[in-house]
């Protein structure tokens, strides 16, 4: 992660009812705190971990949890989470001269080694990824202006990195006219090509996706059209995107979506799904909890703890997952 910009650990977001706080005794006359408050864990980690600018911290607070995950869902869509993968470089992108040029060559060699060998790349990525959040309307009416959002990878999934080796005093590589225009899976890494900055709606992106790794699941085609009754050129596709809706592409006669999906509001539908799968998990943990709630104490003392009288239950997000923390033993009963 950039160092002193903008800290903070990548994990998931949600969407679902606050319930109140649960107290309940179980059979071994244990009682869980009346304190236990899952849905007031997650609101602090977020608010503790998003890079925010300080004039958005009122609006921000306001919020509740489930808003609050989306954000925060958003935001780490945003990174490039630091592991091992294999490299798959297009051959668009190997015929390219901007691959080999002296100015690009030697930025390209940098993200491709640091990518097998699992090391961070956020240097390479835009300045924009400490802008956790921005009041809508603080950047203009248009999603386009929004510090806090990547249209690009909102609706299409692909990343751009910057192909400079100059790291600047605020820890990012020197903003390079030329980019590279990459899509990022846990253990692949697809890179697409290089072209100038501002090539957010080139559909020429979506062709190489398409073209050269077709089952990648990183694009899908739309079956069922015929033909388009009109073909939207690239400056309409960034109108549209920027108003928050997704077009379909056409390729030689075969029409496809990217399997990123963007919603309305400029954020990935992948920030929501994972927002509501947490709380989907801790619905069903507090069902379980309200319907055997000797559980908590008993896997404690399996584990060859004490289950303390009172328990202290905590929503936490671990490196990879997340789950439920007694905090007096640290044990971990993991959701995910």
């Known amino acids: 992660m950039i160092s002193g910009a903008c800290q903070g650990v990548p994990h998931s977001a949600s969407q679902a009812e606050s319930g ?34 300080s004039k958005f911290n009122q609006d921000l607070a306001a919020k509740d949890a489930s808003e609050l995950l989306i954000i925060y869902g958003n935001w780490c869509n945003r990174l490039v989470k630091a592991q091992p993968r294999r490299v798959h470089e297009s051959k668009v992108l190997r015929a390219n001269p901007h691959a080999s040029d002296p100015q690009y060559g030697p930025g390209l060699a940098q993200i491709i080694a640091k990518l097998q060998n699992g090391e961070d790349i956020s240097p390479h990525l835009s300045q924009r990824i400490c802008w956790g959040y921005e009041t809508a309307g603080a950047s203009g009416d248009t999603l386009l202006g929004r510090k806090d959002l990547d249209l690009m990878l909102s609706d299409w999934g692909v990343h751009h990195l910057h192909l400079s080796t100059e790291v600047e005093t605020d820890g990012f590589v020197k903003g390079s006219k030329y980019l590279l ?12 090509d290089i072209k100038e900055h501002g090539a957010w709606t080139n559909t020429d992106l979506v062709r190489v996706i398409a073209d050269e790794w077709p089952d990648a699941g990183l694009v ?56 509501d799968r947490v709380f989907d998990d801790i619905d069903r943990f507090k069902a379980q909890l309200a319907e055997a709630p000797a559980f908590v104490s008993r896997s404690i003392a399996d584990a060859g703890l004490v289950p303390p009288v009172d328990p202290d239950l905590h929503f936490q997000f671990f490196d990879s997952g997340y789950g439920v923390v007694e905090r007096k033993t640290g044990f971990q009963f993991r959701l995910r």
């Not at 706080?21 to 059979?27: F, G, K, Q």
């Not at 225009?181 to 697409?192: E, K, M, R, S, T």
């Not at 549209?240 to 809706?245: C, K, T, V």
């Open 20 to 53: 109140p706080p649960v107290a309940e005794v179980d059979a071994d006359n244990r009682m869980y705190t009346g304190l236990m408050d899952f849905e007031e864990d997650i609101r602090q980690h977020v608010l503790s971990n998003l890079p925010n600018k």
């Open 181 to 192: 225009f990459a899509v990022f899976q846990p253990n692949d890494a697809y890179l697409i």
């Open 220 to 275: 899908q085609e739309v079956m069922g059209i015929k033909g388009l009754v009109y073909s939207r050129s690239e400056t309409e596709r960034k109108m549209l995107r920027d108003a928050g809706i997704v077009t379909i592409i056409e390729i030689d006669g075969r029409f496809y979506l990217p399997t990123a999906h963007m919603s309305s509001c400029g954020t990935p539908f992948r920030a929501v799904r994972t927002a």
